[in-house]
T-cell receptor, first 114, second 111 residues
Framework: EPEVTQTPSHQVTQMGQEVILRCVPI?????FYWYRQILGQKVEFLVS????????KSEIFDDQFSVERPDGSNFTLKIRSTKLEDSAMYFC????????????FGPGTRLTVT | GENVEQHPSTLSVQEGDSAVIKCTYS??????FPWYKQELGKGPQLIID?????GEKKDQRIAVTLNKTAKHFSLHITETQPEDSAVYFC??????????FGTGTSLTVIP
């Protein structure tokens, strides 16, 4: 069964450094999402992406964040200058299309900012 | 924006008993309500969902009910098994756009 994959599984970085989290959505899916989950808290929406542009973004998704689909398979989240409070689990998700609401999540990348 | 509340935060049941998790939402425009199961170290896995034009949906031992008037929906797991132990999240969405998640319920099924 097709699944969303994410790399790396764990990323440790120093405060102020740039990180790129990578996702490969399910191949025929058209809508892509990033969520984050701070330890012990609820999953929070960051951004949705369709047709090579951002569809929606939350207040969390400020100028430090950007997303890109550099080729036909990868979907990336970049954090330009990481802060301690960016430490969280980051999940990528994808959906087949507008009539299908189900979002399928990847296994996540644990980001630790020291 | 939408606010989703989920109760209880922890739930322990004996194997074979039923488990019920409840969520409320605030935005009457929400029309899609998925439930996710998250096992340790893994991403959320969709287990069942319901749209607002339906009051109840069942899939084997799992069922979800929706009360649009009261703005609440519930997950029911019957004949629980140890492998049902996980964290369960409810979510609400308007037509599959951004999901608003509840705070999660840690379910433990005691053998």
């Amino acid at each position: 069964e097709p699944e969303v994959t994410q790399t790396p599984s764990h990323q440790v970085t120093q405060m102020g450094q740039e990180v790129i989290l990578r996702c490969v959505p399910i191949s025929n899916h058209l809508y892509f999402y990033w969520y984050r989950q701070i330890l012990g808290q609820k999953v929070e929406f960051l951004v949705s992406f369709y047709n090579n542009e951002i569809s929606e973004k939350s207040e969390i998704f400020d100028d430090q964040f950007s997303v890109e689909r550099p080729d036909g398979s990868n979907f990336t989240l970049k954090i330009r200058s990481t802060k301690l409070e960016d430490s969280a689990m980051y999940f990528c998700a994808s959906t087949p299309g507008r009539s299908s609401y189900e979002q399928y999540f990847g296994p996540g990348t644990r980001l630790t900012v020291t | 924006g939408e606010n989703v509340e989920q109760h209880p935060s922890t739930l322990s049941v004996q194997e074979g008993d039923s488990a019920v998790i409840k969520c409320t939402y605030s935005d009457s425009a929400s029309n899609y309500f998925p439930w996710y199961k998250q096992e340790l170290g893994k991403g959320p896995q969709l287990i069942i969902d319901i749209r607002s034009n339906v009051g109840e949906k069942k899939d084997q031992r799992i069922a979800v009910t929706l009360n649009k008037t009261a703005k609440h929906f519930s997950l029911h797991i019957t004949e629980t098994q140890p492998e049902d132990s996980a964290v369960y999240f409810c979510a609400a969405s308007i037509s599959g756009n951004q999901f608003y998640f509840g705070t999660g319920t840690s379910l433990t099924v005691i053998p």
